[in-house]
């Protein structure tokens, strides 16, 4: 079974790019999420997919970041325009129930 | 919203040594606990997780404990070896409810010195 896979693993764009992550989950897995983790602190909860539906999007930091999943298959997060701040690693994760989260290894994201 | 603590940052044992992860919540209503394990360059991965009508659960080295009333919740590791070394992240959420994203801790680097 394929698990979950993220593109691009990793990306160096300047202030003011826009960067497109992607996100494809374990086939048949219903839920997907989006985290970031930001260096030497915590992994923070971005927004939870049911399908193509937005179950919760209260982590998502600001109206530069948007996240899509047409179809309610893959997912797709976009900044636009990037930050300093926007730097970290954003980790996909999807799961069955809502149990058992399976990450992704991560994108990560530097912006100059 | 929900708030984890998690200590140490870093811990430092010997090799066959016990090694405890502490993790405190703040939502009386989270029920579900898990925790994750990351090594270098790869990713998180579920080693164990409890959820609230439980009070301890184990699997073989690995085992986490519940504390409902005190809303803390630990790992336990016993005989370490070299290849727990990672760091481990312990989370909790209100799972069934309509918001589930996990909340994480800030990760505790586990280091198994030989």
């Known amino acids: 079974e394929a698990g979950v896979t993220q593109f691009p693993s990793h990306s160096v764009i300047e202030k003011g790019q826009t960067v497109t992550l992607r996100c494809d989950p374990i086939?048949?897995?219903?839920?997907l999420y989006w985290y970031r983790r930001v260096m030497g602190k915590e992994i923070k909860f971005l927004l939870h997919?049911?399908?193509?539906?937005?179950?919760?999007e209260s982590g998502m930091p600001n109206n530069r970041f948007l996240a899509e999943r047409t179809g309610g298959t893959y997912s797709t997060l976009k900044v636009q325009p990037a930050e300093l701040e926007d730097s970290g690693v954003y980790f996909c994760?999807?799961?069955?129930?809502?149990?058992?989260?399976?990450f992704g290894s991560g994108t990560q994201l530097s912006v100059l | 919203g929900e708030n984890v603590e998690q200590h140490p940052s870093t811990l430092s044992v010997q090799e066959g040594d016990s090694a405890v992860i502490k993790c405190t919540y703040s939502?009386?209503?989270?029920?579900?606990f898990p925790w994750y394990k990351q090594e270098l360059g790869k990713r998180p991965q579920l080693i164990i997780d409890i959820r609230s009508n439980v009070g301890e659960k184990k699997d073989q080295r690995i085992a986490v404990t519940l504390n409902k009333t005190a809303k803390h919740f630990s790992l336990h590791i016993t005989e370490t070896q070299p290849e727990d070394s990672a760091v481990y992240f312990c989370?909790?959420?209100?799972?069934?409810?309509?918001?589930?994203?996990?909340?994480f801790g800030k990760g505790t680097h586990l280091i198994i010195q030989p």
């Open positions: 994760a999807s799961s069955h129930n809502r149990y058992g989260l399976f």
């Open positions: 939502d009386s209503a989270s029920n579900y």
């Open positions: 997919f049911v399908k193509e539906s937005k179950q919760d």
């Open positions: 989370a909790a959420t209100y799972s069934g409810g309509g918001a589930d994203g996990l909340t």
């Open positions: 086939s048949g897995h219903d839920n």
